[in-house]
């Protein structure tokens, strides 16, 4: 089971991680400020998977099942960043 003083360090680490994502609006990366704030995302999405959602104790069926989606996801996301990179 996982203890308080665990939630409250992802919990914290969620709170950098959200000011990460703030300082990166404010910061001219120029293409790479999407790729920073979907990689900030993803981490955080992590964070909360694993840890709020319990998903870090459960068998390899229920990871597929969690996992599979996120395949189709990144294809999503592929797609689109290809489309918009050679127009």
Not at 3 to 20: E, F, G, K, M, P
């Amino acid at each position: 089971m996982t203890s308080y003083r665990t939630y409250i360090i992802v919990w914290l680490a969620l709170l950098v991680l959200t000011a990460a994502t703030w300082l990166v609006s404010y910061t001219d990366l120029g293409v790479m400020n999407a790729v920073a704030a979907l990689f900030i995302a993803s981490v955080k999405a992590a964070l909360v998977a694993l840890f709020f959602m319990h998903l870090r104790y459960e068998s390899r069926l229920v990871w597929a099942f969690a996992l599979f989606p996120l395949f189709f996801l990144a294809l999503f996301i592929a797609g689109t960043v290809t489309d918009m990179l050679f127009r």
